[in-house]
């Protein structure tokens, strides 16, 4: 039996090892779409400046592979202001930055990420440090893969999602990856892309816990 049907084993001192080899996948992806990605973030990263003003960048400490925290990179789409809050962070986003969080070119950065090794392209999203002492057991095992910038939740609803129904996706993804499965997720977000019909953008409440899960919606 592997680690996962291993109840009492602690889930972020195992890595799970996918059935191909996901990580050179990466890379090649990633290097045959740098000209694409590359210059896509030299454009829009031209207009946040003048549009939006400096920084142009929004880093931020999220938890990868074991819960080890890691810079994640993004094009700005906020003003300055208390982060954190839902309704605060919709009256932040600019007009520019609202149109890169519709289309997800905000995210173009994230290449980067993946190609440095702190990201996959499908894999479950990262979330915040501050939640990782909300989890229970079950679900701290998303951290046993690098997170990634698409995933099962992303595709199936994204932040539209209550938290249970994107745990539960983000822990079925980790015990059942396969090459197909990482196919059909990529292929379903171009597609969902394409037809502007990705979602998950939403602004979402703060996970508070598994106690507050019913209550966040």
């Known amino acids: 039996m592997n680690g996962c049907s291993?109840?009492?084993?602690?889930p972020t001192t195992t890595?799970?090892?996918?059935?191909?080899?996901?990580?050179?996948m990466d890379v090649t992806i990633c290097v045959l779409l740098l000209p694409l990605w590359g210059?896509?973030?030299?454009?829009l990263g031209m207009l946040c400046l003048v549009l939006q003003g400096?920084?142009?960048?929004?880093?931020q400490q999220r938890p990868?592979?074991?819960g080890r925290p890691f810079t994640m990179y993004k094009l700005?789409?906020?003003?300055?202001?208390?982060?954190?809050v839902p309704d605060q962070e919709a009256a932040r986003t600019t007009g520019f930055g609202r149109l890169l969080r519709r289309t997800h070119l905000d995210e173009l950065p994230e290449f980067w990420n993946i190609l440095r090794g702190d990201m996959s392209l499908v894999g479950p999203r990262p979330l915040l440090m501050e939640y990782l002492p909300l989890y229970d057991e079950r679900q701290m095992r998303?951290?046993?893969m690098r997170p990634g910038l698409t995933g099962l939740a992303q595709v199936s609803g994204g932040n539209s999602l209550s938290w249970k129904t994107t745990f539960a996706l983000d822990l079925a993804y980790v015990e059942t990856v396969c090459f197909i499965l990482d196919s059909r997720i990529l292929c379903r977000t171009i597609?969902?892309?394409?037809?502007?019909?990705?979602?998950?953008?939403?602004?979402?409440h703060p996970f508070q816990g598994n106690a507050g899960q019913d209550r966040e919606r």
């Open 15 to 24: 890595v799970k090892r996918p059935p191909y080899p996901k990580r050179l």
């Open 76 to 84: 700005r789409t906020m003003r300055s202001g208390i982060p954190g």
């Open 6 to 10: 291993q109840p009492n084993d602690f």
């Open 191 to 204: 597609s969902l892309l394409f037809k502007g019909k990705v979602r998950g953008r939403e602004f979402r």
């Open 54 to 59: 400096r920084p142009v960048f929004f880093a």
């Open 64 to 66: 990868g592979l074991l």
């Open 142 to 144: 998303r951290h046993r």
């Open 39 to 43: 210059a896509g973030i030299l454009i």
